[in-house]
């Protein structure tokens, strides 16, 4: 391994060697719970720093390669990732006892709560940047472990624990067809690396297999986009994770996954897999916003309206091309921030209401008119509702599946955001217009405050100049 190959992996040693750290101090110094959190904030501060400076594009080593797509991703991940650990600081269910148990969580946890999310983001990272099958294998079942772990992390609490099973069964359970397609890959190929899809010989005698071979390795990104018909873990896994381990789980995972799609599988067409793609997109998003319908905790709403917004990601990556990748990068970056700003509300009603049903939300507008006017902000958002970022995002994807043919998509892209108008305003109505039961105002902790009002900011200013965003996706792409 050369200096060079040492510089490109710099912001995923640095995180290694962060959260190995973090570990060593747990056993040490425990229940420390602020130093942790500020310790893994800060590692992944830098290490979006040493990802600008070892730029500069390339293949390392043969499976990862550096190059400006890879570093977008990286830098929204790293991102969010920070916001995820922010928010994490003043959940109230990690310092305090539940209702269902009397011990509370220990505070010796927290350097390993904050290890796991950066090894996490190691994954995550190795994952976008991967160009050979076997590293993006060993980057999902980093990312499965720590997210297996982290969504129990709750020990004492039933539903963490049930969330935890739901999610470590499925996971293996896809991750075990994909390691047989990537097997099927390297017989048909004799190789493991993605150029050997984009440049397989697509005879009538090779064509079947490395299909089949194909789609194998598809539900291995199913599972990580949630998309129907790998969804069914997504509501119950949501539910039961700590709420800044479902904001983590609705955002990070997904990016990636979409990432990676595109990385690997953008000429689907040339694998005639195009129409097959466009139903599960439609499908996606119908079951995943007639599902949110129905529900009344608001974890769960949000987890059936992720499974939707994927939906939406996959319209982009159908359209393909230029524009469809586009169309990805942008929605990516859009629901990771809106996403991360509706979670970040949902803590702080739940650490107030003591529950996540959506009856915590009744009356918010007089209990804390800022919290309600910010999570209309990003319902509004999420709905794709200008001149929020959410509606700069579906407009993307929508104009790119027009451009290239897939008017029937687009429309049934439209139709279900109509339908989520329901649900989301759902929440919206009961903020202004449904009296509480609990008349005392909210105090919203620091920390929530913080990322509340960066990710509206974000929000907001993404949706009003969508210029500098569209601009460095396009020269990402371009």
């Given at each position: 391994?050369?200096?060079?190959?040492?510089?490109?992996l710099s912001?995923?040693?640095?995180?290694t060697?962060?959260?190995?750290?973090?570990?060593?101090?747990?056993?040490?110094?425990?229940?420390?719970?602020?130093?942790?959190?500020?310790v893994?904030i800060?590692?992944?501060?830098a290490?979006?720093?040493?990802?600008?400076?070892?730029?500069?594009?390339?293949?390392?080593l043969?499976?990862?390669a550096?190059?400006g797509?890879?570093r977008?991703?990286?830098?929204?991940l790293?991102?969010?990732?920070?916001l995820?650990?922010?928010m994490?600081?003043?959940?109230?269910?990690f310092?305090s006892?539940?209702?269902?148990?009397?011990?509370?969580?220990?505070?010796?946890?927290?350097g390993?709560?904050?290890?796991?999310?950066l090894?996490?983001?190691?994954g995550?990272?190795l994952?976008?940047?991967?160009v050979?099958f076997?590293l993006?294998?060993?980057?999902?079942e980093?990312?499965?472990?720590t997210s297996f772990?982290l969504?129990?992390?709750?020990?004492h609490?039933?539903r963490?624990n049930?969330?935890a099973i739901?999610?470590f069964l499925?996971?293996a359970?896809?991750?075990a067809?994909?390691i047989?397609g990537v097997?099927?890959l390297?017989?048909i190929?004799?190789?493991?690396?993605?150029?050997?899809?984009?440049?397989a010989?697509?005879?009538?005698?090779?064509r079947?297999?490395?299909?089949?071979?194909?789609l194998?390795i598809?539900v291995?990104?199913?599972?990580k986009?949630?998309?129907?018909?790998?969804h069914?873990?997504v509501?119950?896994?949501y539910?039961?994770?700590?709420?800044?381990?479902?904001?983590?789980?609705?955002?990070a995972?997904?990016?990636?996954a979409?990432g990676?799609?595109?990385r690997?599988?953008a000429?689907?067409g040339?694998?005639?897999?195009?129409?097959?793609?466009?139903?599960?997109?439609?499908v996606?998003?119908?079951?995943g916003n007639?599902a949110a319908?129905r529900?009344?905790?608001?974890k769960?709403?949000l987890?059936?309206s992720?499974?939707a917004q994927?939906?939406?990601?996959l319209v982009g990556f159908?359209a393909?091309?230029?524009?469809?990748?586009?169309s990805?990068?942008?929605?990516?970056?859009?629901?990771?921030?809106?996403?991360l700003?509706a979670?970040?509300?949902?803590?702080?009603?739940s650490?107030?209401?003591g529950?996540?049903?959506?009856?915590g939300?009744?009356?918010?507008?007089?209990?804390?008119l800022?919290l309600?006017l910010a999570t209309?902000?990003?319902?509004?958002?999420?709905?794709?509702?200008?001149?929020?970022v959410g509606?700069v995002?579906?407009f993307?994807?929508f104009?790119?599946?027009?451009?290239e043919?897939w008017?029937?998509?687009?429309?049934?892209?439209?139709?279900?955001?109509v339908?989520?108008?329901?649900?989301y305003?759902?929440?919206v109505?009961?903020?202004?217009f449904?009296?509480?039961e609990?008349?005392?105002?909210?105090?919203?902790?620091?920390?929530?405050?913080?990322c509340?009002?960066?990710?509206?900011?974000?929000t907001?200013?993404?949706?009003?100049f969508?210029g500098p965003l569209?601009?460095?996706?396009?020269r990402?792409?371009l």
């Amino acid at each position: 391994m050369t200096l060079g190959h040492l510089s490109a992996l710099s912001p995923e040693l640095f995180l290694t060697i962060a959260a190995l750290g973090l570990l060593l101090a747990d056993a040490v110094w425990p229940g420390r719970r602020k130093t942790s959190v500020a310790v893994a904030i800060g590692a992944v501060l830098a290490a979006a720093v040493l990802l600008f400076k070892c730029g500069g594009d390339g293949v390392v080593l043969g499976m990862m390669a550096a190059d400006g797509m890879g570093r977008f991703f990286k830098l929204i991940l790293l991102g969010g990732m920070a916001l995820v650990l922010w928010m994490s600081l003043d959940y109230r269910a990690f310092r305090s006892s539940s209702a269902d148990r009397e011990e509370t969580v220990s505070e010796t946890a927290w350097g390993t709560y904050a290890a796991l999310l950066l090894l996490a983001t190691v994954g995550l990272l190795l994952l976008v940047s991967a160009v050979d099958f076997l590293l993006i294998v060993v980057a999902l079942e980093l990312i499965g472990v720590t997210s297996f772990i982290l969504t129990g992390f709750l020990r004492h609490d039933r539903r963490s624990n049930e969330a935890a099973i739901k999610y470590f069964l499925v996971g293996a359970f896809s991750s075990a067809l994909m390691i047989y397609g990537v097997s099927l890959l390297y017989g048909i190929t004799g190789s493991t690396a993605i150029r050997a899809v984009l440049e397989a010989d697509l005879g009538v005698a090779s064509r079947f297999p490395l299909i089949a071979a194909v789609l194998f390795i598809l539900v291995g990104f199913g599972f990580k986009l949630a998309m129907v018909p790998f969804h069914m873990w997504v509501p119950d896994a949501y539910e039961g994770a700590p709420t800044p381990i479902t904001a983590f789980l609705s955002v990070a995972p997904k990016a990636a996954a979409a990432g990676i799609l595109v990385r690997t599988f953008a000429a689907h067409g040339e694998l005639g897999l195009s129409s097959l793609l466009a139903v599960l997109a439609a499908v996606t998003m119908t079951v995943g916003n007639l599902a949110a319908l129905r529900q009344s905790n608001v974890k769960r709403l949000l987890a059936y309206s992720s499974i939707a917004q994927m939906g939406y990601v996959l319209v982009g990556f159908v359209a393909a091309g230029k524009l469809g990748i586009l169309s990805v990068l942008v929605y990516s970056a859009a629901y990771l921030v809106m996403n991360l700003g509706a979670f970040a509300c949902v803590i702080a009603v739940s650490n107030d209401a003591g529950m996540d049903d959506l009856m915590g939300f009744s009356g918010l507008s007089r209990r804390s008119l800022p919290l309600a006017l910010a999570t209309t902000v990003f319902m509004l958002s999420l709905t794709g509702i200008p001149p929020m970022v959410g509606f700069v995002g579906k407009f993307s994807v929508f104009a790119a599946a027009v451009a290239e043919g897939w008017v029937w998509l687009a429309v049934v892209g439209v139709i279900n955001s109509v339908i989520s108008l329901y649900y989301y305003f759902g929440i919206v109505h009961r903020m202004f217009f449904v009296d509480s039961e609990r008349p005392l105002r909210i105090s919203v902790a620091a920390s929530l405050v913080g990322c509340i009002s960066v990710t509206l900011l974000g929000t907001l200013a993404a949706g009003l100049f969508p210029g500098p965003l569209l601009e460095w996706v396009r020269r990402v792409v371009l």
